[in-house]
């Protein structure tokens, strides 16, 4: 079942209220609420079973006045590929986005710009997100100038990066627009992240923050260099 477009460039909407619609058949929401640029808020409260949702490229795009969005009831089995191409891109007055339901079988496959010039956002749970088959990761936090608080398991990102070339730009996990992280979310991303030293793969970038990355400390450092990664100051 298809929702593509359903809602798309509808300028005028303010608010949408799915929450008695059944979303067991969905499978695609691609260009979903793109380019609603005075919608606030969508009520989604009740889509407790998604099944093979997995295309969500462009849903959010542009939805520069959205700030209720709960995603938390949302729960993604989907067996295919996902893609999350410019799913939230220029949301800019979102605050807080839990994606930590968002656990498929499969992995992510599509991820660039997904959360870009969201400026406001200060909170973001991306814990359910397996990226194992991320093979570009371009500006997937772009201007995210407010970001606080980021949860997340970079465990396997990195994992399928195979013959890449050291330090190759679109391979990066790039924080560097991200001034505010705390401590807490640079360790967690350190701790967490994939180790490509020990799977013979050539050394990577994470870039943070100059502000940010005077928050680390040097053995932080150090188990980031001896998982394969260097941390880059921006």
């Not at 030293?197 to 990355?213: E, H, L, V």
Request: overall charge neutral; proline content about 2%.
């Amino acid at each position: 079942c298809s929702l593509n477009n359903i809602f798309a460039e509808a300028k005028n909407l303010k608010t949408a209220n799915l929450a008695n619609w059944d979303p067991r058949n969905v499978r695609y929401l691609t260009d979903f609420f793109r380019d609603c640029h005075n919608l606030t808020t969508v009520n989604m409260s009740n889509w407790s079973y998604t099944g093979n949702l997995g295309t969500l490229n462009n849903a959010f795009r542009n939805c520069y006045n959205l700030t209720d969005l709960d995603l938390t009831s949302i729960n993604i089995t989907s067996t295919d590929w996902i893609y999350l191409y410019n799913t939230f891109a220029e949301c800019r007055s979102i605050t807080n986005l839990n994606l930590s339901t968002f656990s498929p079988a499969q992995p992510i496959t599509s991820i660039s710009n997904t959360f870009n010039n969201c400026r406001s956002l200060t909170d973001l749970d991306i814990t359910g997100l397996s990226w194992s088959y991320t093979s570009n990761s371009t500006d997937v936090f772009k201007n995210c100038v407010s970001l606080t608080n980021l949860k997340s398991n970079f465990s396997l990102f990195g994992r399928f990066y195979g013959s890449s070339s050291a330090n190759q730009a679109n391979k990066a996990l790039d924080l560097g627009d991200s001034p505010n992280l705390s401590y807490e979310s640079l360790t967690n991303i350190i701790n967490t992240i994939y180790n490509l030293a020990a799977d013979g793969k050539n050394t990577q970038q994470i870039r943070f923050n100059a502000t940010a990355y005077d928050r680390l400390k040097s053995e932080d450092i150090a188990i980031a260099e001896a998982k394969g990664w260097n941390i880059v100051r921006v």
